[in-house]
């Protein structure tokens, strides 16, 4: 007769982690389940039904794979009086719309999400440039505030004007900073980074240039419209001011401290020592170079000085 098993034999040879796990364990690991692996292969061959990148390429695959699969569709003008036979090809002709509907809806998930995706690591990749433009232009606002009211408070009606379109100009910075779309290649508007903090501006001219005006007015234009609301940081009251005058005028302004004034003629110029009628430093004839002596005349003069010292 055989002995019993033990207790401690039964717990040994049972263990909690052998039963259920086909079940019990995968759920709570939260793998599949052998019901929901046999529904998932039920569904179609079509990668899942997960939103990841790879499950809908994949099933943009199985979709195209299964049209291809189905019979072309009957020619126009071709009439058949089997009833059967016209109800299979209505069916089929269904299926095949169905089909090219989800391709479509597929295709355009997935146009929409890598677009999502590549103005993400836009805005990562320029947050540092933003950064340091949103700051010059927060300095460059405040300057510009209190001139023109220092300048309004001294009766200096010229400057105050002057200040106050600049001051215009730089709230269209802030706006194009805070909403530049992040689908392109963003043009910053000052150089030099953090170190050159003289609110020095990039050229206004070229291909980039003019690419920068026509998004600064773009963005204008929304907010005018009310499509976009300025972030905080943005000078709303200086916004609501611009003109139409203000954006043509952009064109002219190659720096933060407004239109530079060019010399008159006739003036004398101190960095050069120009006095008034001196002709201009283009205009100069420059000095004759040096004769620089060849290296057989060197070596003549040489042997000269050797034999008169001989002697």
Excluded at 72 to 83: I, K, L, Q, S, V
Excluded at 108 to 127: M, Q
């Amino acid at each position: 007769m055989p002995r019993p098993p033990t207790r401690h034999g039964l717990e040994k040879k049972y263990k909690s982690w052998r039963r259920g796990k086909s079940t019990s364990t995968a759920a709570k690991k939260g793998g599949p389940t052998a019901a929901a692996a046999a529904g998932g292969g039920a569904g179609g061959g079509g990668g899942g039904g997960g939103g990841g990148k790879g499950s809908l390429k994949n099933q943009l695959r199985s979709q195209r794979r299964f049209l291809s699969k189905l019979p072309p569709p009957p020619p126009d003008g071709d009439e058949n009086d089997d009833a059967a036979a016209d109800a299979a090809a209505a069916k089929a002709l269904a299926t095949r719309k169905a089909i090219e509907s989800r391709i479509a809806e597929i295709e355009r998930l997935i146009s929409t999400r890598d677009r999502i995706e590549f103005e993400r690591k836009n805005a990562a990749k320029y947050h540092r440039v933003r950064f340091f433009d949103r700051q010059k232009l927060t300095r460059l606002e405040r300057k510009l505030r209190r001139e023109r009211d220092d300048a309004l408070a001294d009766g200096d009606g010229a400057v105050a004007r002057r200040r106050e379109a600049e001051w215009r100009r730089c709230a269209l910075d802030q706006l194009y900073v805070a909403h530049f779309p992040h689908g392109e290649r963003y043009l910053p508007l000052f150089g030099g980074g953090e170190a050159a903090g003289k609110n020095k501006r990039t050229g206004d001219g070229g291909k980039d240039g003019r690419k920068k005006k026509v998004i600064a007015e773009r963005l204008w234009r929304d907010y005018t419209e009310g499509k976009i609301a300025p972030k905080e940081w943005v000078n709303r009251g200086a916004l609501d001011r611009v003109r139409e005058s203000d954006i043509r005028r952009m064109d002219d302004a190659d720096s933060g401290e407004g239109p530079k004034e060019r010399p008159r003629e006739g003036l004398q110029d101190a960095r050069f020592g120009g006095a008034a009628g001196a002709p201009s430093m283009s205009e100069r004839t420059p000095p004759p170079e040096p004769e620089l002596p060849s290296k057989k005349r060197r070596k003549d003069e040489r042997g000269s000085d050797d034999k008169g010292a001989g002697d």
